[in-house]
């Protein structure tokens, strides 16, 4: 019976250390990159975004906001990706798109807003789910896709 070895090659503590440290340090910037991307929705959306939400739970405020996010995640995933590979460059990369991309996506609102027919801003704060919301949502995520690729 012959056994197959496997070669493990060498493990490089130090290797490690610097990788998870780069993790850490890129998971701060994404989530700052995240909260404004929060704060510029928030912003730009009437009434209180966080409270429509999650208190008032108003279906429009929750499709929009779910739009957003996710494709400001991506777009962040997108700024982590196509930074440097020199860490401090790499998060300051890193930054810059991530921020650039929440610009791009609220300018994106904007001209949703001014594009659509009618207020869109009244639909947030309805009671019922309205399919411009939705639309909405679909919209900010092909600009998210259109938005990391840009950055790539």
Do not use: C, K, W
Not at 51 to 75: D, Q, T, W
Not at 114 to 136: K, N, Q, S
């Amino acid at each position: 019976m012959n056994l197959a070895l496997v070669e493990f090659g060498t493990v490089s503590g130090e290797s490690l250390i610097q990788n998870v440290v780069a993790a850490i340090l890129y998971f701060i910037i994404g989530v700052a990159v995240l909260a404004a991307g929060f704060v510029m929705a928030d912003v730009l959306t009437p009434g209180n975004l966080r409270h429509l939400v999650f208190v008032e739970r108003r279906p429009n405020a929750v499709a929009v906001a779910s739009g957003m996010y996710v494709a400001l995640a991506i777009v962040v995933s997108s700024a982590i990706v196509a930074s440097s590979a020199e860490l401090g460059q790499g998060l300051v990369d890193a930054a810059v798109y991530g921020l650039v991309g929440v610009a791009l996506q609220g300018l994106a609102l904007v001209v949703l807003e001014l594009a659509v027919p009618g207020r869109f801003r009244d639909l947030i704060t309805e009671e019922r789910l309205h399919p411009a919301a939705i639309a909405t949502a679909v919209a900010l995520l092909a600009v998210g896709g259109v938005n990391a690729a840009a950055l790539s």
